[in-house]
């Protein structure tokens, strides 16, 4: 029998993050600076790129973060294979030219990436710093010796992804995420050196524990203190504490213990967030600052009753996903971050898995702005690999170090309380997965005990799984395997559940297949004779999963009749591009999101939302274009409502309502064109209506930006969704016209998208086919101020025209 454990956690947190201002050293005590703009870029691997002297004025000129693969040609041939995004990889270099002020003599320069794919070797000035081969980590290097002060200096980046297959979706290839210089005093605050923890929380106050790591090569004995304040949202000062430094040390960690009165609780409803001001003060002057946004929360997986927040029972309704952001790649931009988890926050998720690997950065921060909790996985495989070229390679040397690198970064986020350090890990099959397990969980302990510990398993009740059944593990977590949840209390007793995977359905956007009520596995297993789609599409009615995976329906049902099951993680919350199971080549990307890779909802995001949120919602599906005489099953998504009936061109078709465990109703008609209308009713009082009408011919485009208006900061996005509607503004459900996007003023393209997994197309490209009547132009400030005019147009259609506005 396992020990029981028990877990209350507090902590009050967010990332480490350096203060930031544009200005001269004078006027800062720290100085963290963007470092991503005029880079030069080669994709190959010439001789002697590392030197300084290297001639690389034909090379491109281009601004970070970058993903070269997207920008390349679809291809099964690709090493990748299309369970990597049937995308190009190789070996690419980036060097930039930088200065440094005489001004700046005896101040200390570090040079930070938040993720490089992958296996990047770095060099300054012609000397080596080092490599970093796992693409996900976040790393820093000391630039201080290396530099000539007054001069040109030259840093090189030398990035390998020409080993693959390495990965089991789309990797991306380059540095994909930010990259930034920090300029400090010679008596510093480490990196990721401020550790804040709540050990006690009440109503009444919380009592927080700041550590701050320092270093120290002042070289002389000065009167040095650490002060430490907490503000307020409003910036009003709620706590400070101050301690004196021993100024001999070069290396000296220092615990402080702060009272916040009446504290503002951090939750998925009300994301409040303090700060921690962390000042290194010499003879009165400070000398170095950080600052750390924080959240106060506290939580407990309990091994009967489930997950609660502060004190309030609630279920984590969480997705996976991977990092990739559709036609932009895997190259971070924070806008296209952040409208993902705006829709799924819509949606009513309140939780996410880092599918799995550790995030960028931008991820963690606007999770804990939004109220989204996240369980921080690590790693996909072990010493053990699920590709010839994956992470196994390195995991003897290097696991160790980007572990202990992720808890670092991470552990002072609001919105982290899980950590996974593993996904279907093949070594839970070896006597061996047992004693690997227990070392990263003391590797994780050692660095943070606020937050469980868990691992993503396949089948976790077998005797056979040697890290479920370890003893080193807080949480148990079942990818998928719904039918043994009602075992599980006696499988591990006292210990808590989540379901860290679960559903894998599949549906192509606008895509219906009939009956709606004929459930499809594919592929198909055994002596079955069924045969998936030969458009390669799979219907948007939640009838089709993989084997191992459930329809959406079934998994949601599974969770909230289990009063001891914390959550749910679908997978995935969003199409990704790479494995595009069951389908092979041509499909190139995934068909188990909600929303589709261009960010357009799936008809089973409506069912979610009625079920997770308050909003009052009424769906209604398919469109209504149909032969005369075909049989259409209409399905409704409803809340708030005790029924739902539905009008056919003004006739009752009857009134439906959801027997216990049911989450739709259904009409089956015969199609006749017109309107389709439905209406719900609480307690025989109208609560709203939902209407779908047969479209015309297609007449003219149509788009309608997210954001009228963008920052001029040549990094924001708009997001501009291109329809093809009938005179009378009607979606065509089938329309697929090739349409030409032009963008002029102060932006440009750059990605253009339509969801279909079988589309070729570069991403690039300004030329996109509609697919089931929707596309997407992606467009981006170009860093001036302006209009930015948007048009597209197509053979036989009136175009289309828009101006957004760049501030």
Not at 67 to 90: H, K, V, Y
Request: charged share 20%; aromatic share 12%.
């Amino acid at each position: 029998m396992l020990p029981v454990k028990k877990f209350v956690f507090s902590t009050i947190i967010l990332s480490f993050s350096l203060f930031c201002v544009n200005t001269s050293f004078a006027q800062s005590a720290r100085l963290k600076e963007n470092f991503d703009a005029q880079w030069r870029f080669h994709l190959g691997d010439p001789v002697g790129a590392e030197q300084p002297g290297y001639d690389d004025h034909s090379w491109r000129l281009l601004n970070l973060p970058h993903d070269w693969s997207i920008e390349g040609t679809f291809s099964r041939d690709n090493p990748a294979t299309p369970g990597g995004g049937a995308l190009p990889g190789g070996v690419g270099w980036y060097r930039k030219t930088f200065t440094v002020s005489e001004a700046d003599r005896g101040k200390l320069f570090f040079i930070d990436f938040d993720g490089v794919y992958m296996d990047s070797r770095m060099w300054i000035n012609g000397h080596y710093l080092g490599e970093r081969p796992y693409g996900y980590s976040s790393f820093e290097y000391e630039l201080t010796p290396y530099l000539h002060i007054g001069g040109k200096n030259v840093i090189a980046v030398r990035v390998d992804n020409s080993h693959q297959p390495n990965s089991r979706w789309y990797s991306g290839s380059g540095i994909y995420r930010n990259v930034w210089l920090i300029k400090t005093h010679p008596c510093y605050i480490d990196h990721w050196g401020v550790y804040v923890t709540t050990p006690h929380i009440t109503n009444n106050e919380a009592v927080v524990r700041v550590q701050t790591t320092i270093r120290n090569r002042l070289g002389s004995t000065r009167n040095l203190q650490l002060q430490t304040r907490i503000e307020d949202a409003t910036g009003k000062t709620v706590a400070e504490n101050s301690v004196p430094l021993d100024a001999k040390a070069d290396s000296l960690t220092v615990a402080q213990q702060l009272q916040v009165s009446d504290p503002h609780l951090w939750s998925t409803d009300d994301p409040y967030l303090y700060r921690v001001v962390s000042r290194i003060v010499a003879n009165g002057q400070t000398i170095d600052d950080v600052i750390t946004p924080l959240g106060i929360r506290y939580f407990h997986f309990d091994p009967r009753t489930g997950f609660s927040l502060n004190g309030k029972p609630m279920k984590i309704w969480g997705v996976c996903d991977h990092h990739d952001l559709g036609c932009l790649g895997a190259a971070i931009h924070e806008r296209a971050l952040e409208r993902q988890l705006q829709m799924l926050k819509k949606m009513g998720v309140n939780g996410f898995r880092t599918s799995h690997n550790p995030p960028a950065p931008e991820l963690l921060d606007l999770c804990d702005k939004l109220g989204i909790l996240v369980m921080d996985e690590a790693f996909d495989c072990w010493k053990r690999g699920k590709n010839p070229y994956d992470y196994h390679i390195y995991w003897d040397q290097w696991h160790r170090r980007d572990l202990e690198d992720m808890i670092r970064r991470d552990r002072n986020h609001p919105s982290v309380i899980i950590w996974s350090i593993g996904n279907e890990i093949p070594d839970q099959w070896d006597s061996a997965g047992a004693d690997i397990a227990r070392e990263l969980v003391g590797i994780v302990k050692s660095l943070d005990t606020t937050r469980p510990i868990t691992s993503a398993l396949n089948d976790p009740e077998s005797p056979r799984n040697s890290i479920a059944h370890s003893g080193a593990l807080d949480l148990i977590g079942y990818n998928y395997d719904v039918g043994a949840y009602d075992h599980f209390p006696e499988n591990f007793p006292g210990m808590p559940f989540i379901a860290t995977e679960t559903t894998s359905a599949l549906e192509t956007r606008g895509h219906y297949d009939m009956p709606s009520d004929s459930i499809r596995v594919w592929p198909p297993r055994g002596n079955s004779h069924e045969k998936m789609n030969s458009d390669y599409t799979c219907s948007a009615y939640d009838n089709c999963c993989v084997p191992w995976g459930n329809l959406h329906e079934d998994a949601l049902r599974a969770i909230m009749d289990h009063p001891f099951a914390s959550g749910m993680f679908i997978w995935t919350g969003w199409d990704y591009l790479g494995e595009p199971t069951p389908y092979p080549w041509p499909a190139r990307s995934s068909y188990f999101g909600i929303i589709d890779l261009a960010g357009f909802p799936k008809d089973i995001y409506y069912m979610y939302q009625s079920v997770w949120t308050q909003d009052t919602v009424l769906h209604i599906f398919p469109h209504w274009n149909w032969k005369p005489g075909d049989s259409v099953d209409v399905w409704a998504f409803y809340n708030h409502a005790d029924e739902v009936e539905l009008f056919l061109n003004g006739k009752s078709l009857g009134k439906r309502h959801k027997e216990p465990g049911q989450f739709h109703v259904m009409w089956r008609v015969a199609y006749e064109p017109g309107e389709l209308k439905a209406v719900s009713y609480h307690n025989g009082q109208l609560v709203k209506t939902a209407v779908v009408r047969t479209a015309g011919a297609p007449y003219r485009i149509e788009l309608i930006p997210d954001r009228s208006e963008i920052h001029a900061d040549g990094r924001d996005l708009s997001f501009v969704t291109v329809k093809v509607v009938d005179q009378h503004g009607t979606l065509v459900p089938d329309a697929d016209q090739l349409i030409h996007f032009d963008v002029q003023g102060a932006g440009f393209i750059a990605g253009t998208d339509n969801g279909n997994e079988i589309d070729h197309t570069s991403f690039p490209s300004h030329d996109r086919h509609a697919f089931n009547g929707l596309a997407l132009v992606v467009v981006q400030s170009d860093g001036k101020k302006g209009t930015i005019q948007v048009k597209a147009t197509a053979e036989g259609l009136q175009p289309a025209f828009i101006n957004l506005s760049a501030q």
